[in-house]
């Protein structure tokens, strides 16, 4: 079990949140649907569906309560984005960003941190690969999860 505060992540649909989460514990990469909030070890996994859900936002809204930080991950080669514009300035949590799938040709990350900052985030943006583990290493470090096996990075 992992001594680190509690993480949420947020983001559309296919983002990367829980392969994220799998990188971040050194875990296998193993695809599956989030089907409702999950809490894992000191993760909280949002399913993406509740970003179109407006009727929804008070469950996101409601689990962030207990966390420290919240992700804002976003896939750098969609084009298709959830966030509402300023919906991260609701919270009174430590927001940062995070642009996944970094590895992919045609991702845009420019494009995708814009996306972030359009959405309110206004701490860092971390460029990442869950798939191969680039930017891992500092995500953690940002996340104050040193303690956590490192991965490639």
Do not use: W
């Not at 399913?47 to 929804?56: N, S, V």
């Not at 940062?96 to 959405?119: S, T, W």
């Amino acid at each position: 079990m992992m001594a680190a505060k509690k993480v949420m992540f947020i983001g559309p649909r296919g983002s990367g949140k829980t392969t994220l989460i799998q990188a971040l514990k050194n875990e296998p990469k193993v695809y599956r649907k989030t089907p409702a909030i999950e809490f894992i070890d000191c993760f909280v996994d949002i399913p993406g569906e509740y970003l179109q859900i407006p009727k929804l936002y008070h469950a996101i809204i409601t689990s962030a309560i207990e966390v420290e930080t919240i992700g804002a991950v976003i896939d750098a080669a969609s084009k298709d984005f959830s966030f509402p514009p300023d919906f991260f300035t609701a919270f009174s949590n430590r927001v940062i960003g995070i642009v996944n799938k970094i590895d992919l040709p045609d991702a845009d990350q420019d494009y995708a941190e814009k996306v972030l900052r359009f959405a309110g985030v206004k701490g860092p943006i971390i460029r990442v690969s869950a798939l191969t583990g680039k930017g891992i290493k500092k995500l953690k470090k940002i996340l104050n999860m040193e303690q956590i096996p490192e991965s490639i990075d």
